[in-house]
C-alpha cells in the first residue's frame, strides 16, 4: 500500500538495524503517520495490548516479530535455558489479546520451529527467518484473497451494467490489519486497480472507530472512492438498495464456518439477510480455528476498558485530543467483537478460494485439516 505515495507495509526490521523492528503507531491515524520502534519483547507485547497496532493478520505478525525480538534477549548459556525464555515469551505475549487467532498461531509458529533447531545460534536464526515468513506469506495471502475475492465483484458489476458496486464494510480489515492488501479491501483493491467502478459504505466503528479512522484513510490514500456512516446506517440503506454486497474480515473463524469479528458484525450481518445482500468473510487460513466447532459460545470475546466507549478522540486545533462523551459517572461495557453464525455468511473467501461458511465448505479447501 502506499502512503503518500510510498510503498510500506505495516511491519518491517529498520533498514540500517536488524535488531529493530518498525511499525506505523495507528493509535495517531488518520491524523499523524507514526513510525514506533519496537526492540524487545516487552514493547511488542505493549504495542499489541494497546493497539499501537491491531487488526488480526498484524497482530500475528507481529507476534512472530515479537518472538525474534526475544530471542534477542534469550539467555545464550544452554539450548534448554533458551527455550524456557521463548516459551515465557509466548506466554506474555499470547496473553495480550484474547480474540484473534493469529496471535496463537504465530506464537506456536514460532516455538515450533526453533523446536527443530539444535543449537542456540540455530534457534535465533530461525526465529528472525520465521518472523520474515509469517509477514510475507500474510502479505501473499492477502493479495491471493484480493484475486478470489474480485470475481465476485465483477459479476455483481457485470448485472449494473458496470454502475458502481456499492460495498459495505466494518471495523478496518484493511492494509492497517494485515502486513499489506487487507483481507476484506484486498478484492476492492483489486478490482479498483482493473477498472472496476466500486463504491464503498465504511463504518464508523464504534467505540475505537477503525472505520472512520483507519479504513477511511487507507481507501483513500489508494483513490477507492468510498462513503462513512454511522454504525446505525446500515441496515436502511440496505433497505433501500444502495448495499450490492458486504465484505468483512474476521478475528477468528471456526473451521465450521462461525465468524467472529469487531463488535456490530452481526447486526450487520442480520441486516444483510434480511435484504438479500450478500455477505462475504475475507480470511487467511491463519484466521481458522481447527478446534472450535461452536463460534457462540466457544470464542472467547475481549472486553475491554470503558474509556474506549466514554471518550471520543479526533483533531482539534492540530492536536490530537479525546473528549468525554458520557456523563462522567455513567457506566460503560465494552465487548470488542461478536459471531455471525455461519448461516449469515454467504461465503468465505479465502488464499485458496471461495467456499462455503460450513465445515464441508473450509475441509474441502483445507483437506490436510480433516482429523
Ligand atoms: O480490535 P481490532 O482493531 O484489532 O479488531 C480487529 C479488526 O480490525 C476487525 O475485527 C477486522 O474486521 C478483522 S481483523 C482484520
Sequence with gaps: MNVHGKHYRTIWVKE?????VQVIDQRFLPHKFVIEDLTNVDEAARAIKEMHIRGAGLVGATAGFG???AALEAPRDSPEAFTAFMEAAGE???ATRPTAVNLEWAV???LDAMAEAPTVDEKMATAFQTAKDIADEDADFCRRIGEHGVSIIEEISKRKNGEPVNILTHCNAGWLAFVDYGTATAPIYEAHNRGIPVHVWV???RPRNQGARLTAWELGQHGVPHTVIADNVGGHLMQHG???MVITGTDRTTYTGDVANKIGTYLKALAAHDNGVPFYVALPS???DWNIRDGVKEIPIEERGEDEVKFIQG???GEIVKVLLTPAESPATNFGFDVTPRKYVTGLITERGVCEASEEGVLGLYPEKRQ
Design 315 to 317: 483533531l482539534h486545533r
Design 67 to 69: 518472538m525474534y525480538l
Design 16 to 20: 540500517d538495524d536488524d535488531r529493530v
Design 286 to 288: 491463519s484466521s481458522f
Design 203 to 205: 463504518d464508523e466503528t
Design 92 to 94: 506474555k505475549l499470547k
Design 108 to 110: 506456536h509458529r514460532q
Design 242 to 244: 444502495m448495499v450490492d
